[in-house]
Structures are given as structure tokens and as C-alpha cells.
């Protein structure tokens, strides 16, 4: 089987090429549903390289995921590169790119030849069918990354410091910034770290100030994940691995005089409280009632020290991102496809989504806007409520979305207090300074979105 497919790109080769060469292209160019790599840190065309990557979500045990590994077996002109199958899914495959000048851009010309395991010869036309998705999702995604980069190439390469660097918007990010010549230095909570790694412990409040010497940014994206239940010891681990950690950063970015001179936290749309029906949300507003709304005030607080010493610190207050690879959607995919989805939630209920894409170049944007500081929503521009999420969802799945989910579905996978305050919102929460501040989504209409992130 051979697929071909040309993209003409609005770039000089010359800046596509770049892009291609560097550590995180191949990160962006995959779906993260669809595989993760082994080593998101290397990158290059160069011939003789081994690419390794996992095959699913990367919330699936690693032994219920497939090994895939390539070999990069040519690079015998600037833009040309030949990756090749040593162990996988396929019998044989074989991958050609070549990346040359297009009148006043650039084409890409993608020439794949694989061939099935034996007894598969049936499946082809699903195959071919994937393989086009896959390398429509590539177009879309590189279009978007170099949109991104080009408006910010007035400002200098930056080097900066990424905590959660190995979570899901975590390890997008820094394939981001590293596609666009800055440098990532992944701070991580081991002993020994490899090359550009920084070690913290913010369990025992311990960071070096001399490890952030050179560094410009420090994006903090660490947490525990709220999407489990809610018991006393769970709601202590989820607030300390967020307060405590914010704090020691705040405190070591305080006390350092050549250190980083921002810092972009983590935040969440949560402040505002689970049901504000009828409000339209904006950064202004003081806050709402409950676990995540008592959370987040504190989290945020936490960067005080910082602030106060004169860093800038930006506060993303994220939305529902919306991704195959985790998150809120990913679990919904199964009743969809399986004919029984449907919304889970009351029908006018509002929903603030936003792009895995969006929101990762949300806080590229605000590591490299000097001038954007203190709470920024992180959503989509256009909220929709839950029976128009539904219907969406099931239109770009060609499948129905006539069942509600009952309450009780959610409440005994996550427990009550976790499933009230994480599916049962109801907040319409506005992008409009994220926007004011030169941020373009790539990604407007819900459908827009699902249509990438699903690859339909």
C-alpha cells in the first residue's frame, strides 16, 4: 500500500526545516491518544536515529501498549529524511519526507509504503483511511505551531523551567517551545537528573536557587490529578502537591537576584464555583464556594512571595481541555462509538472547553508576553451548554447522542463531592483578556476542535 499526500505551508523551507530538526517535532505531530514517545526530549532528521514510542493513551497500563520502534535511514538533503520500521505494528513500513521550497513557501511531501501482517489484507481500506487522518492531524498541527512561532519570532529565544514537564499538557509544551528554538529544562523529582533536568523535592521544600541561574521562566503545571475521589487523604495530597510546591517556587524565585523573571502557574476555572448559571465569568470576579474554589484561591496565593519581589507571575485558569489522550473527553469516546452517548450533565448546563493545543500555546504565550501578569482564563471563545456538547460530539463521531448519562454513572466512578464539582457545573467563563493580550486560537467552534483532536 502506498499513501502520498503534499502540504503547502505559508513558511520559508528554511524555518520548516528548523522546526522539523529540533527535539519535540515528533511530540507534536502525534496524536496523544494515539502514541506517546519514549524520549520527548530528542529530536533531528538525522540518519541512524532510533525513534521509540508506545502505541494508546497514555493513561493505559505500559504493558497493554505496543512497542513501536523507527529508524531513521536517510537524510542525504536538507529537508529529506527516510524513517523505517524496526519493530511494530505493521509487517513492513516505510516513510519519505521531503521538505522543499513552493514559490514563496514551503511543500512538504509525505510518500508512505507499508505493508499489512499477513491475514490483514481486509483491513486495508480502514488502514489507508487512518494513515490520511493521521497526516491531516500533522497539517493541521504544523500549520498552527508555525502560525504560533511566527508571531512570536520579534522576541528572543528564552530558556525555561517546566514542573509536570511529563504530564499530558506538560509534555506538549515543552515539545512546543522546543520547536520554536527556546531551550526546556524539565525539573523533576529525582536525585540524579539527566542533562538540562533540574531536581526539586517539594514534598521536603527543597529547590536549589542555583539550578534557576540562566533560566528565564518558570512554568508550574505540578499537581496531583483531581480526577479521582475526593477522600480526607486525597484532598490533602491534591492541595499540598498544589499549594506546597507553588510556594516553595514562589519563595526560591523571591530570593534569587539573576534568576527568572516570571512565572506562569497553573491554575483552574474551578475558582469560580461549579454552578453560576446565567453569569458570564471573567477574571474580575471574586471567586465562588467550595473545595476547588477554596483550592484555587490558595494555589494562587501561594505565588504571592514571587509577585511581591517583582517577578511577573500570570496565573492560567484552566478550562476543560479537551484531548483523546486524558482529560474529561477521553472517557466519554466509549459510549459514544458504542451508540449510547450522551450528555452528562442538564441540558442548559454551560461547559467552558478549550484545545489540549490551545491551552498549551495559552501558556507558551504567556511564558513569552512580558506584559501579561495576574489570573487569565484559559478557555475556548465560544462555551456551549451540555446538550450541544452532546449533540457535537455525536456529529463529529457519527453516532447518536439521544441517552443522558444518569448522575448516579459519575458518582460512583468518582464519588459524590468529586462528581458535583467536576461534572455537575455549570460556568460560562469569558476569554476575552486571554485574547486582548494578542493570544489567536487556532481552535474556535467546538466542532473545529473535536474534529482535530478526534482526527474525523
Known sequence: MRIRSTTHLPHAPEAVRGWHDRPGALVRL?????????????????????VTAHLGPP??????????????????SPGRFVDQQVRGPFRTWRHEHSIEADGTG???????????????????????????RLLGFRERQLRD?????????HLPRRTIAITGSSGLIGTQLAALLETGGHTVRRMVRE??????????????????PADLEGVDVVVNLAGRSIATRWTPTTRREIRDSRVNGTALISRTLAGVREGPSALVQASAIGVYGPRRPGELLTEADGGGEGFLADLVRDWEGSTHAAAEAGVRVAQVRTGMALTDGGGPLLPQLPLFLAGVGGRLNDAGAMTSWISLDDIVRTFAHAALSAELHGPVNGVGPQPVDAREFARTLGRVLRRPSLLPVPPLGPRMV?????????IRTDQEVSDSRLRASGFEPAHRTLEETLRHVLRR
Open 191 to 208: 536525585d540524579q537528573v539527566g542533562p538540562g533536568e533540574i531536581s526539586w523535592d517539594p514534598k521536603a521544600g527543597q529547590l536549589d
Open 414 to 422: 468518582l464519588g459524590g463531592a468529586a462528581a458535583d464539582e467536576l
Open 30 to 50: 502525534t496524536p496523544p491518544g494515539l502514541a506517546s514517545a519514549d524520549a520527548p526530549a530528542e529530536g533531528g532528521m538525522q540518519a541512524g536515529r532510533l
Open 59 to 76: 493513561m493505559l497500563p505500559t504493558a497493554l501498549r505496543p512497542h513501536w520502534t523507527l529508524r531513521h535511514l536517510e537524510h542525504d
Open 106 to 132: 514551503t511543500a512538504i511531501h509525505d510518500s508512505i509504503e507499508l505493508e499489512l501482517p499477513r491475514g490483514l489484507a481486509r483491513l486495508a481500506p480502514l488502514v489507508e483511511s487512518q494513515v490520511r
Open 145 to 153: 505551531d508555525l502560525a504560533f512561532h511566527a508571531r512570536s519570532a
